[in-house]
Each structure stands twice: as structure tokens, then as C-alpha cells.
DNA sequence: AGAGAACTCTTTACAGCGTAAAGTAACGTG
DNA sequence: CACGTTACTTTACGCTGTAAAGAGTTCTCT
């Protein structure tokens, strides 16, 4: 129910997130506890019971600690959800099948990262644009790049059309995950929901008053407003629908741009060799 | 910094949102506020301050009242997100060029909505896919809807449609409100947040090891990761850009279903005649 | 060997949140 | 004038993130 926005320290956060394990301390008691750990018990709770219940005090209460016994390992709660972010981005899929044309790749990854937001839905709910910039994230941002590799295009021309798609494929995640939530969040069942409406609704389709004002939506097929059946979720169906027909109409359009702008002039991106595609995947400070 | 997700009860909010004013009470003091002004406090506050300062108690504050007055007007803080949502959609602007073409039509709407969504920025943080079903919210639905009427279209090709150009623009226009309140949030200007990661991204740039992790975005032009100019805001012009071509670029995916599927065929949606368009405004409980 | 620095972790505390419960004061009707 | 209704306040509770101080453990240096 109550989400964070902002963002922690960046340099101390990026410290975190690219740092290899820090020394172990020479002197006092051995670290009980590893950042790793308490990142991946925040993230546990997050899948599991949403954000609203990652508290300071439920993460710590998971190794038996008080809340404060975190801070030794992370300097305040943003930062941890920077860590979350970046951390679960690791688990993330990322082989996608460039030899098979763009289109192909593209379509992959979409909804492969879909289905991943759909299964992390607290990732939406944090802030996506100022980015967390960790070695995961930028895999991540390789890999949905790579697509677009080889096609004429420049590294700007390539970062819109990543942006595009992953700004479609949140939102479309949104939709499912909220349409999911919804239950839980509420305490009221989806079908509860949809009839405590339908009634203001139905009139409304029936009533001259507001067919003249809502002309157009008022002369949908009255399906669109049915009461769903429970078994078969209307609304995640129907994000699902969207998503998927919405994700070829932006391909398409894609397919437009590229067919436009694509030409292998100087400055454009040059494809990845598949030699080099499993490149290495260790980790390094910088 | 601190946001809600969830949703009131959906029959109060309803009828809240539906009721016309609500009789005055026949004894007892008259009620010193009313329901309309204290929501629109509550969005001035968002609008201003941010969501995260619209509390019970900085609202009530505005009316020189506690926190627990405002229980006499709202059943609880999740219905007021829910007021808010719906009244500030009634500033939004509904008057699009529908007789210059879907296109031209859909461009406005969009760009209409993108400026509406930087302006209230805490609209993006509040749930949308779960629809609060104002009046003022299907005004908006209804006038993207008609977009895409008369051009032989379904109600659901229609609706799905305006769900992915919604879900770009809230995307878009989420990058546009983040990169702006990037500085107020933090406290960190955004040259600074650039600058204190631009140490890590440079070397990753140059050194070996990065460039074969990172092969695709490692060749992108270096201007992509330069340090902004502080006085053109380098993330919010890249917002603003990224917006506009991927606009075109959903809008010519679109022009290709429309093209594929509009066929004027039995179920299709009729347009509206254009003198119904400036239909009755006028709201009645239904 | 002993002193002290360094380290983990706990305890306590504070200001803020939404809101439940109870009380007070004002008002209109019988 | 008394009563019931209503607006609003006061108090309180459990929750949040985290600052400050202290307890206890372990290593290093003299």
C-alpha cells in the first residue's frame, strides 16, 4: 500500500552495487549477517507480500535482528531498494534469439521481460527512469539493445526504441499486475469489484443522459463491461490481450522506423559477432 | 517519497464520486467544509509538494482543522486519492481535432496528455489501470475513444488501442515528472547525479573488460553519457525527445492495424456526428 | 598480557503516519 | 427548554525510518 520513490546516496549505492565484497572487517565480531542476504530477504518479502510490507524491521526479523541492526550493512532504506532492483535483475532472462531477426528477438524479450514484471510487480512500483545503473540492470539494457544492433541504426536511434519498448512493456505489466493485486490489495474479490460498479454502469449504457455524453464508449459491444467470470479473470485477461496486440502494433511500428532510418551510415551501431555473445559475465569494480 | 497503490471501498467512492452534493444536514452545526474543496486542497498540496505530503493532517491543516475532521467528509485517505484522480481529470484538455483525422487527432490527445501527466506527476504515482470510474475519467476515456471511431474499428480494438497509447504516454511522460523531480526529491541536482556516477560509467566505457560485457551500449556515441548542460536538462530534453519519436512511432504501428483491420464491417464503431460533439456536460447521479 | 580501537548489534527514543474511540460544543426540531 | 443530530477536537495506538547511545565481542598494538 505504501511504496518508496526517491532514491538513496547514489555514490554510496554505487559503491554497493559494483563493489565486490567488501574485506571483512580485522577487528570485532564476525558479520552475522552479508549484504547479499538482507538484499535477497527484501526481495523475498517484496514477491511474496508486496513492498508495502518490506519494513527495516521485517527484513532484519527474517535473520532474528532488530531493524537497526541493517544499517551496518546498508546506509537507509533506499538504498536497499536500489540493491533489490538491480539484484533482481540478475534472475532476469536474457537469451534471446538474435539470430532469429530483430523482430523475433524484439518480440521475445518483450515478453519475457512482461512475464518478469508480472512476477516482480514491486519493480513498477519503483522508480524505472532515474536508474539504478548496476551491473545487472546494464546486462539488461545490453541485451534489449543488442536487438537493435547491426540494423543501420545509431546508439541514440537504438536507445529510443529500447525506451519505447520497455516504457509499452511496463505499462502493459502494470496493467496485469494491478489486475492481479487487486484481490489481495483490497480484501475484495475482483468479481465484488466489477459488480459494485456494473450497477452505476449499466444504467449509464441504458440512460439517454449519458449515452449523449459518452456517445462513443456507451456504443461499445456491452461485453467490454460484462461482469468477468470468476474462473477465467476478465481483467487479466484482458491486460494480457492488450499486451500482446499492442506489443505488434509497436513492432510494427518499429518495423517502420527501421525500414526508414536503417541504412549503415557512419555512426551506426554495429551487430554483436555471435562468437562473442556468451561474452564474459564476471564482475569487477571499475 | 511515500505513495499509495491501494483503493477505498469502490461503493463509497462511487457514490462520492456519482452523488451529486449530498443534502445538508437538517440539525446540527453546519459543516464548515465540503467535500469539493477539501479534494481539491488535497491535489493543490500534490500538485505543489508532491504526494508524499498529502497527509490527513496537511490537508486538515489548510482549513485550520485536525486531521480527524476530515472524517466527517471522506471515509478514509484511499477515497480521497480517488476523488483527487477523478476531479483533476476535469482540468484536463478534451478538445481535439477530430475532423483533421485520427492521427492528427490521436498526435494532440497525446501530447495533451503528456503535458497533463508532467503537470500533475503524482497522477502516474497512483494506481491507473485500476480505473476509479468518474465521470470526469471516462470524459477523458470517451474523447480518446472517439479518436478511433468511424474507422470501421471494434469496441475492442478500440479500447485496446487507446490502452497502448495511454500506457506509452503515462510511461513517457513518468520518464519527463522523474527527471524533474530528480533534484527536489534527493536533494542531489541532477548534474551532481550524473557527475557522481559518470566516474564509474567512464571507466566502464574504456576498460576491456566492460566493453566485452557490454559490447552494443560500450559503442554508442559517448554523448549519450556525457554530463548534462545544466541549463538544458539533458535527462528531460532525452524525455521529451524520446516521447515524440516514439510516439510516431506507435502512431505508424497504429495507421498499419487500422489499415489491416478497419473494414467499416457489422460491430464497428460508428464516429460521432460532429455536432453531438460538444454534447451535454452536465453530471446526474445515475 | 593488557589496553584500547574497531566492529556488530540492541535499546531507547522521536517525529511522522492513518485512524479508532470518546468527548465537547453547536445547532434545529419536538 | 430538552433532546437528538452533527461538526469537530482530543487522546491514543500501532506502524514507519532512523538518530543516539550503549553493550558486548574480537582483533591489534604496546
Redesign the interface.
Known amino acids: ?7 538513496g546516496d ?2 554510496r549505492t ?1 559503491a554497493l552495487l ?1 563493489g565486490s565484497a567488501p574485506a571483512p572487517p580485522r577487528r570485532g565480531p564476525r558479520p552475522g549477517l552479508s549484504l547479499e542476504e538482507i538484499v535477497r530477504a527484501a526481495i523475498d518479502i517484496a514477491d511474496a507480500e508486496g513492498l ?1 510490507e518490506v519494513s527495516m524491521r521485517a527484513v532484519a526479523a527474517r535473520f532474528g535482528r532488530t531493524a537497526m541492526a541493517l544499517y551496518t550493512y546498508v546506509p537507509g532504506k533506499e538504498e536497499l531498494l536500489d540493491l533489490m532492483v538491480d539484484r533482481v535483475l540478475a534472475d532476469a532472462d536474457r537469451d534471446l534469439p538474435y539470430a532469429q531477426g530483430w523482430r523475433a528477438a524484439a518480440t521475445a524479450g518483450a515478453h519475457a521481460s512482461w512475464e518478469f514484471h508480472v512476477r516482480h510487480p514491486w519493480l513498477l ?1 519503483i ?4 536508474s539504478v ?1 548496476g551491473p545487472h540492470e ?2 539488461s ?2 541485451a534489449q ?2 536487438v537493435f ?1 547491426g540494423l543501420g541504426l ?3 536511434d ?4 529500447v ?2 519498448l ?3 512493456v ?3 505489466a ?2 496485469m499486475a ?2 492481479r493485486a ?1 484481490e489481495r ?2 480484501g ?1 474479490s475482483e468479481t465484488d ?1 466489477w459488480t ?2 456494473a450497477g ?2 449499466e ?2 449504457v441504458t ?1 439517454p ?2 449515452r ?6 456507451t ?3 456491452p461485453t ?1 463491461h460484462d461482469v468477468p467470470d470468476p474462473d477465467a479473470p476478465y ?1 487479466e485477461q484482458q ?1 494480457r ?2 499486451f500482446t ?2 506489443l ?7 518495423a ?2 527501421i525500414a526508414a532510418r536503417g541504412a549503415a551510415g557512419p ?1 551506426s ?2 551487430a ?1 559477432p555471435p562468437a ?1 555473445e556468451s ?6 569494480a ?1
Do not use: K, N
Not at 522508480?127 to 532515474?130: K, N, V, W
Not at 537504438?158 to 526504441?161: F, G, S
Open positions: 500500500m505504501v511504496t518508496y520513490v526517491g532514491q547514489p555514490a554505487m559494483w508495502a512500483q522508480s524505472a527512469t532515474r545503473l546494464l546486462d539494457y545490453e539493445s543488442r544492433a545509431s546508439g541514440l537504438i536507445t529510443r526504441l525506451g519505447t520497455h516504457t509499452f511496463r505499462g502493459a502494470a496493467s494491478e489486475a487487486a490489495v483490497t475484495i469489484w459494485t460498479r452505476y454502469l444504467s449509464m440512460s443522459e449519458y449523449a455524453r459518452y456517445p462513443t464508449i456504443s461499445f459491444e467490454a481483467l491486460a490481450d492488450t496486440e499492442g505488434a502494433v509497436v513492432l510494427d511500428g518499429m517502420a522506423f555512426g551501431v554495429p554483436v562473442a561474452a564474459a559475465q564476471g564482475s569487477a571499475p
